[in-house]
């Protein structure tokens, strides 16, 4: 049994530097210009064993892409877990999307990416994944909404518009003539976006 765990940490911890050594080829070059020697190179393996676990480059890129956003997931529930109310996890949510792509550049490139280069034609895995992500987060606004903390809002939409939100921050801070950090403009607009959520409820029953 122990041969066969160490085995099992041994394909992970292999799968694992392939998909890091992706991120960052993919983010540099681009999927066009990303080279799957390169990458093999990078992870220190032959790119026989890249083919062998991800089949065509085009396969590595989406393999990379749910890779980033399971780790981006992670990260969020983290960061909700921390928190009782709705808008609390909300905002919480906001500053660690920010602090994990400013700790993680790559990731965002990938993202922007997975956007010029498919024109949003994901596999339905990947549309999924984001699916899973889109829900938990209704299901907070809804809540928020239930306890009057959030206007009576359409939960979906307001989750899509946060996320868009979230991103457009990112990418913009991510050049550096703005001066300022991704972290930084990222919480900035998600407290902005929490706020004219809750103003809504404000205006509508003079409330809090």
Known sequence: MTTLQGTSRGKTAKRNAILRSAAAVFANE???????????????????????YFGDKQDLFWETVYWVLDQLHDRL????????????????????????FEENPDYL????LDRAEFRGKAPEARQQRHEEMIQQFAEIVE??????????LDARMTVLLLGSTLHGAAV?????????????????????????????LRQEGGGR
């Open 30 to 52: 681009g999927f066009r210009g990303a080279d799957v020697q390169v990458i093999a190179d990078r992870a220190e393996v032959g790119k026989g064993t890249v083919y062998r």
């Open 77 to 100: 529930k983290h960061a909700v877990s921390e928190e009782d109310r709705p808008l609390e996890q909300l905002m919480a949510a906001c500053v660690a999307y920010g602090r994990f």
């Open 109 to 112: 490139e990938i993202f922007v």
């Open 143 to 152: 809540q928020g909404i239930r306890e009057g903390d959030i206007a009576p």
């Open 172 to 200: 913009c801070a991510a050049f550096p003539k703005m001066k300022c950090s991704v972290a930084e403009m990222t919480a900035y607009a998600g407290e902005n976006f929490i706020r004219g959520i809750r103003s809504g």
